[in-house]
């Protein structure tokens, strides 16, 4: 008994920081954050997801599941999934990729350098789980995010026609990993 309470405040106490910004700090996701984190995705996405699926991201790559917060309080995350397919850079290649789901920063804390961390730090995560490569989609229109990738070394692959529910076309940028 005294086991398994003791391991429930697991969670809790080791929360280890990965990155600090001032302020933030970047850490894993923990269960207690899903609810902030589906929040800030309401105010900043028009893509949303059930509840499951942030749940089973959370247990699938819980080292590219992060969130960036600030006095306690998440203001930030990205979250990423892996999967086996083609290469976006070999021909024929068959490799591990992961994939960013989702990343977003609250308005009010943009520009300080918290989105270009949590991407860097999902790049480790994925590397922690030997991904080949690390991949993405984002709205042609959303130059804010491309600039982002772009500056970490993702590189435009394709462009996918009415991805997005609304019709709109999404950038395929991804980047290659070298162990
Ligand atoms: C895309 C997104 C996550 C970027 O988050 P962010 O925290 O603002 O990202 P960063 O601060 O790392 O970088 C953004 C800009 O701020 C600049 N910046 C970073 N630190 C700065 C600082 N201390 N002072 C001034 N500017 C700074 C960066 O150089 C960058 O400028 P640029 O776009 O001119 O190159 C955020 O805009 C967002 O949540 N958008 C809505 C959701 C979304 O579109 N997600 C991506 C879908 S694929």
Same mark, same amino acid.
């Given at each position: 008994m005294l086991k398994i309470k003791y391991l429930n405040l697991l969670p809790l106490v080791l929360q280890v920081i990965l990155k600090q910004i001032g302020d933030c700090s970047i850490r894993r996701c923990d269960p207690a954050d899903l609810i902030p984190v589906m929040e800030i995705n309401m105010k900043t996405l028009p893509e949303h997801y059930s509840d499951y699926f942030y749940e089973s991201l959370l247990s699938e790559l819980p080292e590219a599941f992060l969130v960036a917060e600030i006095e306690g309080r998440a203001i930030g995350y990205i979250m990423c999934k892996t999967e086996y397919g083609f290469s976006n850079f070999k021909k024929l290649g068959f490799v591990k990729k992961g994939h960013v789901v989702s990343v977003a920063v609250l308005d009010e804390h943009r520009k300080k350098g918290i989105g270009k961390a949590l991407v860097e730090e999902a790049i480790n995560g994925v590397q922690i789980k030997k991904c080949d490569e690390l991949y993405l989609e984002v709205r042609c229109s959303n130059t804010e995010g491309v600039r982002l990738y772009e500056k970490l070394g993702? @590189? @435009?692959k394709q462009r996918l026609k009415t /991805? /997005?529910?609304?019709?709109e076309d999404a950038f395929l940028m991804a980047t290659e990993f070298q162990y």
């Open positions: 993702f @590189i @435009i /991805y /997005y529910r609304d019709g």
